[in-house]
Each structure stands twice: as structure tokens, then as C-alpha cells.
């Protein structure tokens, strides 16, 4: 029987969790995302989460070319503790989130704050909260991948720094800085377990790696 119990931590996140809508960011389980924030609607969020459990939902627009002030969202995206908060001169915040554990967004709430909040739903994603074994994923294939892709040097400091990384902290690092398409990195958020991201991050680089080669053969 799954404990559902204060073992599990859900109970500290919020049901009503305030989102931030931002294309291309991609935050995952213990990964780390820097955000400069200056629309005051963002800047009265961070404030209000400071005051209370500091956790904001990072979320993808469905539409990257959206402008409104409300674009529709997908409905998975991360929670993130503040970790880092610093104010700068020009009034502007800069923030580093910790990504927490996914939520799905069961439905966006009435509220009188400038920004939205949402009812999140965290049961679907309590596994981003365990520990994950190492050796739940082809280290070679991922060193074959980025030695083509970045052009490390065979055991270069780069790919041994990385390598002594946990699964989940290797492959959810290297699936927020690699290049990926908005929709490619909500696939990525969205793989159900590390093993499953590490497959498509594998597949993304080398997909990345024959179009580069193709641009190559052309000119």
C-alpha cells in the first residue's frame, strides 16, 4: 500500500499554487532556474510567496506566440521553491527556483491577485519526490549522444563532471540547458519517469545532431 502519509511530503504543497506562463522554461525535479522578474503583477507573486511557502508554477503557454495576458497553459508543469531571492537597483528581482515535483493543473482559480493561481494536483508526480537509483539509465548512449552533439573530448572534464551527477540531476540538467523546441521540452516535463526522459533526451540530441549534419551536407 503507497503511504500517503507525511512521508510522502505532498502535504507541504500548496493546492493553490500561484503560475508563472514563460515559454521555453523548463524546470524540473531539483534542478535550478534563474529568473529575472519585473512585471509588477510577477513581482506582487514573488512578494506573496516569499511571505508564505516561497513555491511559484512554472508553465509553458500552449501557444509561444500568445500575447495575452492570459494565454491557455499546458496542463503539467513544475513547482519551484525560491532558493535565491536578490533585489536589484532598477526595482527588478532576481529569483532561482528549485524544482520541487510536477503538478497537473485540475483548474484555474477565481482570485482577486494580479497573477493566476491554479488548484494543483501533485498524486500523478508523488515519484519526483523519492530517490532515484543509479543505473536507471544508459550513461553510454547519453555520452555517445553529447560527444557528437557538444563535441566533448573523450573523458574531457565536462562530460566526468556530469557523469558523477545522480541519474535524475544529470538528466534533468542536461534537459533544461540543451536547445529544445517549447514543445520538445513540455515532452520532456512530461516523461513519466527518469528512465523514460533520458530515452527522449537521447532521441532529441541525436534528431538535433542529423539536422545539423544535414545542414552541413546542403551548403
Same mark, same amino acid.
Not at 92 to 101: A, H, S
Not at 177 to 203: G, M, N, W, Y
Given at each position: ?11 507541504? #504543497? ?22 529575472? *522578474? ?7 507573486? %514573488?512578494?506573496?510567496? +516569499? ?6 508554477? +512554472? %508553465?509553458?503557454?500552449? !501557444? ?16 519551484? $521553491? ?5 533585489? #536589484? ?7 532561482? #527556483? ?25 498524486? $500523478? ?6 530517490? &532515484?537509483?543509479?543505473?536507471? *539509465? ?37 534537459? +533544461? ?15 513519466? !519517469? ?12 541525436? +534528431? ?9 551536407? &546542403?551548403?
Amino acid at each position: 500500500m503507497t503511504d500517503t502519509g507525511a512521508n510522502t511530503g505532498l502535504e507541504e #504543497l500548496p493546492t493553490a499554487l500561484p503560475i508563472f506562463p514563460l515559454t521555453g522554461a523548463l524546470l524540473l525535479t531539483n534542478g535550478h532556474l534563474p529568473l529575472n *522578474i519585473f512585471e509588477p503583477r510577477y513581482l506582487v507573486m %514573488v512578494q506573496d510567496a +516569499m511571505a508564505t511557502h516561497r513555491l511559484i508554477g +512554472m %508553465v509553458q503557454p500552449r !501557444d509561444p506566440e500568445a500575447d495575452q495576458m492570459t494565454p491557455e497553459v499546458y496542463r503539467v508543469g513544475c513547482a519551484g $521553491k525560491i532558493c535565491e531571492y536578490g533585489e #536589484l537597483p532598477n526595482g527588478m528581482l532576481r529569483i532561482t #527556483l528549485e524544482g520541487v515535483c510536477r503538478f497537473e493543473v485540475i483548474e484555474e482559480l477565481d482570485v482577486t491577485t494580479p497573477y493566476r493561481q491554479v488548484k494543483a494536483g501533485y498524486r $500523478k508526480f508523488i515519484h519526483d519526490m523519492e530517490p &532515484v537509483h543509479r543505473n536507471s *539509465i544508459d550513461r553510454l548512449a547519453l555520452h555517445e549522444a553529447l560527444h557528437h552533439f557538444l563535441e566533448f573530448e573523450e573523458d574531457a572534464d565536462d562530460w566526468q563532471t556530469l557523469n558523477h551527477l545522480e541519474d535524475d540531476s544529470l538528466i534533468n540538467s542536461l534537459s +533544461m540547458i540543451c536547445p529544445f523546441s517549447p514543445v520538445e521540452k513540455q515532452a520532456l516535463l512530461e516523461a513519466v !519517469d527518469i528512465t523514460t526522459r533520458s530515452h527522449l533526451l537521447i532521441s532529441l540530441l541525436q +534528431m538535433m545532431l542529423q539536422q545539423v549534419e544535414t545542414h552541413r551536407t &546542403v551548403q
